[in-house]
């Protein structure tokens, strides 16, 4: 089955900004979808598609995919931003399960 | 807006069988498709299967053997049951929309409940 790399933890200086990246061997056929999840909430979703947002996620949230990895950009990253960060895709062994990455957290500084 | 709602006892004997119900408000629950998703106290999220009102469902190759998930149209709520657990299955556990496009290539969890936490006791 397939796995959905993300680095357990980044930081970046407040209106900076920070990539998010997720790898893994399923991205070259289905894309990503970015999720944001605060303490004790649920996960919201940020990005999907060829970088379609919800209504009312903001515009510096961006996401992009090359060959096997998906990236989720924050560009002007605000205090509110500091939160995990989940990339999901479908695996590619039998009945394509979903998949979940392992997260990543984002500290503003 | 669609909203979800998860319910179920919040406490689950050791290989009993849990068993949780998301009731959707909001809209019908004969479009998509309708997930849970877990997450064990401060770890990640897990996928753990989806059904579609036709009843087709998908579960999640590691819990596939123990994992049953139904729907009830005219309730517009669909449920999980988990059997024999352990206190490995200790989690919050969300339901979520599902939705696709390009043929399922794309495929995104929007809305989500606010999960449920469920703890197994031995």
């Known amino acids: 089955s397939s796995e959905l790399t993300q680095d357990p933890a980044v930081s970046v200086a407040l209106g900076q900004t920070v990539r998010i990246t997720c790898q893994g061997d399923?991205?070259?056929?289905?894309?990503a979808s970015w999720y944001q999840q605060k303490p004790g909430q649920a996960p919201v979703l940020l990005i999907y598609?060829?970088?379609k947002r919800p209504s009312g996620i903001p515009d510096r949230f961006s996401g992009s995919t090359s060959g096997n990895t998906a990236s989720l950009t924050i560009t002007g990253a605000q205090a509110e931003d500091e939160a995990d960060y989940y990339c999901?895709?479908?695996?590619?062994?039998?009945?394509?399960?979903?998949?979940f990455g392992t997260g990543t957290k984002v500290s503003v500084l | 807006q669609v909203q979800l709602q998860e319910s179920g006892p919040g406490l689950v004997q050791a290989s009993e069988t849990l068993s949780l119900t998301c009731t959707v408000s909001?809209?019908?629950?004969?479009?998509?498709?309708w997930n849970w998703i877990r997450q064990p106290p401060g770890r990640g999220l897990e996928w753990i299967g989806y059904?579609?009102?036709?009843?087709?469902?998908n579960y999640s190759p590691s819990l596939t053997s123990r994992v049953t998930i139904s729907i009830d149209t005219s309730k517009n709520e669909f449920s999980l049951k988990l059997t024999s657990v352990t206190a490995a299955d200790t989690a919050v556990y969300f339901c979520?929309?599902?939705?696709?496009?390009?043929?399922?290539?794309?495929?995104?969890?929007?809305?989500w409940g606010q999960g449920t936490l469920v703890t197994v006791s031995s």
């Open positions: 979520a929309r599902g939705d696709r496009e390009d043929q399922g290539a794309t495929t995104w969890f929007d809305p």
């Open positions: 909001g809209g019908s629950i004969r479009s998509n498709y």
């Open positions: 059904i579609y009102s036709t009843g087709i469902t």
């Open positions: 399923s991205l070259g056929g289905y894309s």
């Open positions: 598609g060829k970088n």
């Open positions: 999901k895709s479908r695996d590619t062994s039998a009945n394509h399960p979903h998949i």
